[in-house]
């Protein structure tokens, strides 16, 4: 027999009222039901009416409609109730109980039914065969097959869960697409679940649910040029940007989904300090003022700790990063005392390991896919020489 099996499914619409007699309320329901007892399955229907005192059997009359109504079966039965398997088309029935006596009582109104056609849908495919939630994709489910249908139930499930799609698009009952809203998705495995009107379903299991790796990376490669603002580097150089500064960063975040992501940030910098390459003007015309030209280079490693919120599934996040790191500093020059006119040559010369306190807040940004374009602001404050400077940063990073 033909996988798409054609079976006729009971769509009962009846409301029996027209018996005299007292009556008790039914415990059978109607409905329908597939027998598999003779191997293929057969769709059998249940007629139910309200069960009587007093009645020895009852007396079910069917007719088909055809252009008109037709007598098509009768049968008696002592329950309350009829089991039949009928084939598509219109239909109405009447019952009529016999008394103990055996004796014709009234007969009910004619109740008017349909039975239509069922039909048993089928999943060939799906694409993909997973939702990794720690991808930027949309949630889009495609499953190819038969007898899928618009008014088709199609949904994800588990023991805990029932995942409903937000937009279901069927293609010549052959396929359909569905959409699942990111927000609402929860870990674990599922099955596809399709139900079609006539109450026939299939079932594949296996889609996965979760997070395709426990940890997410990103390397960053940014221009991070730095400000003096205060202390000792803000003395012998002034507040001005020096442009020199480039940064690479590796930064480890929890793939689990959370309101605030941690995770750490390991960092390498460099930075040069010269007047040539800053905003500071070539001359200082204020005789209280100290000059300089000095050459200043700083090596930094710097270990964060990594707070993340996100926004529209990482399309943006913005990050808090705190911590502490290390700095080789070395360089010389030497710096003039203009003070009162006179101009006082002095060596400078500098070959230390600084430490100091790190913050800052950044932006990320979704370029394309994995790509990300990131904007910060970075505080650092030295320990020794209690420098204070501000760090600008614009970068480029890749997510893996």
């Known amino acids: ?23 008790e309320p039914s415990s059978v329901s109607p409905g329908y039901f597939v027998d598999t ?30 252009g008109q109504y037709r007598e098509y079966r009768v049968l008696k039965t002592k329950n309350n109730y009829i089991e039949i398997s009928l084939n598509p088309g ?13 004796r014709r009582c009234d007969s009910s109104d004619w109740e008017e039914f ?26 889009v489910l495609f499953i190819s097959g038969n007898n899928i249908f618009d008014e088709s139930v199609i949904y994800l499930r588990n023991e805990e869960n029932e995942l409903i799609p937000v937009e279901k698009v069927v293609t010549n009952n052959s396929s359909v697409r569905l959409v699942f809203n990111d927000d609402t998705l929860i870990p674990g495995i599922y099955e596809i679940y399709i139900k079609n009107p006539g109450g026939l379903e299939v079932v594949l299991g296996g889609f996965f649910i979760g997070y395709h790796r426990v940890i997410e990376a990103f390397f960053k ?22 442009y020199p500064g480039v940064t690479f960063r590796l930064e480890s975040l929890s793939s689990q989904r959370a309101s605030f992501k941690a995770g750490l940030e390991f960092a390498l910098s460099l930075y040069r300090l010269n007047d040539k390459y800053s905003t500071k003007p070539s001359s200082l015309s204020n005789n209280d003022v100290i000059f300089s030209d000095l050459d200043l280079s700083l090596f930094d490693f710097t270990l964060n700790i990594s707070l993340q919120a996100r926004y529209n599934h990482l399309r943006n996040a ?62 650092v404050y030295y320990f020794k020489g209690d420098s204070f400077v501000l760090r600008p940063r614009i970068s480029m990073v890749i997510k893996v």
């Open 1 to 23: 027999m033909d996988n798409k099996i054609f079976i006729f499914l009971y769509t009962v619409v009846f409301l029996f009222s027209g018996l005299l007699y007292a009556q």
């Open 37 to 66: 007892s003779a191997g293929e399955p057969v769709f059998k229907q249940r007629l139910v009416w309200d069960k009587e005192e007093y009645v020895l059997y009852y007396e079910v009359a069917i007719q088909i409609f055809s």
């Open 90 to 102: 219109r239909y109405r029935y009447s019952v009529t109980p016999y008394d103990l006596l055996e």
């Open 114 to 139: 349909s039975i239509t056609t069922a039909y048993q849908p089928e999943i060939i495919k799906i694409v993909p065969e997973y939702f990794y939630m720690d991808q930027n994709i949309n949630r």
């Open 221 to 242: 490669l940014g221009f991070n040029p730095i400000i003096p603002l205060g202390g000792e580097l803000e003395e012998l150089f002034g507040p001005y940007l020096y």
């Open 318 to 379: 913005a990050t808090l990063s705190f911590g502490f790191g290390f700095t080789a500093i070395n360089g010389s020059g030497y710096i003039y005392d203009g003070f009162l006119g006179s101009k006082y040559k002095t060596e400078y010369t500098k070959n230390e390991v600084n430490s100091y306190l790190d913050l800052s807040l950044s932006g990320l940004f979704l370029m394309k896919e994995s790509y990300y374009l990131e904007t910060a602001v970075e505080f």
